[in-house]
């Protein structure tokens, strides 16, 4: 049985749900709206103020597509009420990131400035260039949006852009994310 899947999505006032007849399931709160298609087999159903989601036979493939689907579900009513949120720091000297109109420039120890563009839904923001202790945090940057897939992938686009290295700790690191530094040459004997 699964625990996940078993469980009913309620769903807030404001918010609407609507199913298809093949399957796609539309989440709607003001001018927010996602939908997502769910496999055929999967049975979603809408019924005072909760939404649940069953599937055909207890074989393994209906057991995974059974708690997916249930947690996009919820997510996307998730997305629509209250949105999503991830923030990056920035950490390195001379590293510099700021908002040029919807374009994230980026000045990360690279010969070149990095121009990162949003997919539409995504909102980003960058807090000061220089903010308060501790001393080495360079910038904060918080991507906002509905979809919660989009906003990790978009971290995830700008993170790789400068990883954090293990020596100084410079680079994109998700906030409370812990970094392990390495040591470095100092401990081996000379000569």
């Keep these: 049985m699964s625990r996940i899947g078993n469980k009913p999505i309620p769903i807030p006032d404001g918010v609407e749900v609507t ?11 003001g001018e ?3 939908s997502f298609r769910a496999h055929p087999d999967m049975t979603i159903r809408v019924e005072e103020g909760t939404v649940t989601v069953q599937r055909p036979t207890d074989r393994k493939p209906h057991k995974a597509l059974h708690g997916t689907t249930r947690a996009l579900i919820a997510n996307m009513v998730e997305g ?3 949105g999503f949120t991830r923030v990056l720091e920035l950490n390195g000297l001379g590293y510099r990131a700021e908002m040029r109109g ?11 400035e990095v121009s990162y563009e949003p997919p539409p839904g995504v909102e980003i923001q960058v807090e000061g260039r220089n903010p308060t202790p501790p001393a080495y945090l360079t910038a904060i940057i918080t991507i906002r949006g509905t979809d919660k897939q989009k906003v990790g992938q978009v971290a995830a686009e700008i993170r790789r ?3 954090v290295e293990p020596y100084k700790g410079k680079g994109f690191r998700y906030r409370g994310e812990r970094v392990r530094l390495k ?5 081996r004997a000379a000569g």
Excluded: C, F, M, Y
């Excluded at 919807?102 to 070149?112: E, I, K, P, T, Y």
């Excluded at 040591?183 to 401990?187: C, R, S, T, V």
């Design 19 to 29: 199913v298809d007849a093949d399957n796609t399931v539309t989440v709607r709160s």
């Design 161 to 163: 852009i400068r990883p």
């Design 183 to 187: 040591a470095g040459k100092a401990g």
């Design 32 to 34: 927010r709206e996602l």
């Design 102 to 112: 919807r374009v994230l420039a980026l000045q990360v120890g690279l010969s070149h």
């Design 80 to 82: 629509v009420t209250n």
